[in-house]
């Protein structure tokens, strides 16, 4: 059977010598790689017209051997040469210059034809790589330790003013939406100042006693009152709802006279039916005191 | 205050004769002095009377305490399940001979005189018997016999115990509407009134109770000939005039008048109805008794708010969503109206 094989060789090898012409490993220098160097290799294959590189038969990117890995693989055809560029990359880590076998590899060419077609072995045989060290294996004895490592290298220095307006820029903008969320939230200092009921009700009574007398006048002047203390307990406040507006209201108490009266007044002026009867208990220069009063307790409270 | 024309003596007698009436019953039930007050006013505006009330807190003592004190003709029917409006109308009976007799019942007993008619536990009759009822409220007349019957003197007081929902029947907003007032009554909350309920002999023989109250204090044929002067003697000023007009609007459209209620999100379509005209003229009607007991001739905001929810409230009809919390909503509303409507 081996026999067989062998015979069978012979009678394939004379053809495929004669299809090939000739096969060249070029390297741009042989010598003076270091570990992790990568290492550009270009193979070209010349051969009989018509023949072409088998595809399945270029080596693959991977491992080589166990110092060298094999990277790229990339084939081109000019005329009748068949070149392959190969990128190698060696991790020989070595502790003298010394050179090392890449081991070749085979290559298939095939010729197509229309009763069959004819193929054709290439070897690509080996060739050497020369290796160095990095250093020296022994380096010069240090005191420190920390002399074998090299000194750090200088940081380039950094423009710290577009950083530094930037920040301030932001800050700003911070604060201005603080702000703005302030008022809108009413927190301080835009707490809502406690509306001065009184103070409206009194300017209007001061200004309705310079005009003349009239019933309108009066009425508007006990309604302006009125809607200060609707405004000051938080609801429409009846007559009857006095003793309890007082109870809430403390600093008001002094007035409990002046307001018994008015809301008296007011009570006849409005649902007695008779505005006359009501301004002679209760003139309006009265209310206007009494809402003055109010005013200065509001104030004071 | 006494505004009250002097020559107007009888009015004020009559205030003299609500005072003692007022006093008479207070005696007898402790620490319900605003419940006694509406009730008078209800009397003195011939209305009729719902009180709703937990089990015990003495509804029923209240009621026949006023019937006694008032005086006159005074029938009391309790409400069942199986009653019919026949049972209120007719005696059926088997007479001694063995022949069966049909005579006047409760309503008809009294004839025309009949003052005052008590239903107990008015809930628990059925709708057949509100039916009736809300004829005999709304007309004070009744088809027996076959002739009419009227009660001109009649006035309805009924009872009602809110805690128990089982087999009763919720009366129909008509029959509702003809109450001048729902009295949500409950226990004094006043710790000494409290120990005197709980210790005191007095309070404990109902029926002892009620007889030592003085009877006959107001006499129920004149009732309504002073009912109708103190309407036409109490004067209602146009200020007033705008501002019931304007609570009445505010209960029936409270988004349109700015009222929010927590938790309610659509106030727009909360009130469905109700607030009849007939409420608010039953309204002012209770008002001015009240601004006549007041001794004044002339309605004030307060005499408005003092009748407005016992009035108002059981006359307002809720979305349906919210009518299980209406002992909640309609008191809040209530209370709304007359913290935003100003007055005057």
Redesign the interface.
Known sequence: MRLALALLLTVLAGPAVAQLRGVEVRVPRTFGYFLGDLVEATVAVEAEPGFALQASSLPQAGPVTYWLDLRRVETRQEGTRHILHLTYQTFYAAIDARSLEVPGFPLVLTRGADHGSTTAPVEVPGWSLGLSPLREVQPARRADPADYLRPDGLGPRLDPIPARNAALGLGVAGLLALVLLARDRAWWPFRPRPARAFADAARRLAALARGPESEAGYREGLLALHRGLDAKAGHRLLADDLDDFLARHPAFRAQREGLARFFAASRIAFFGGSVAEARDRLPLAEAGATARALAAAERAA | ?N?IRRGDAMLTDWRAAAQAFEAAVAGAVLGQERIIRLVTIAVFARGHVLLEGDVGVGKTTLLRAVARAMGGAYERVEGTVDMMPTDLVYHTYLAEDGRPRVEPGPVLRSSEDLAIFFFNEINRARPQVHALLLRLMAERSLQAFNREYRFPLLQVFADRNRVEREETFELPAAARDRFLMEIGMEAPRDPATRRALAFDPRFHDTDGLIAGIPTGLLDPARLGGIASAIQHGV?A?E??QAYVVALWEALVRPHEAGIRLPGIDDMAGLVQGGASPRGVAALVRAARVRAWLEERD?????DI?AVFEPVMAHRVFLEPIHELHRSEIVPALCRAV???????
């Open positions: 205050m505004d004067r000023s200020a007033i002339w309605l004030v905001p307060e708010r007359f913290e935003t409507v100003p007055a005057p």
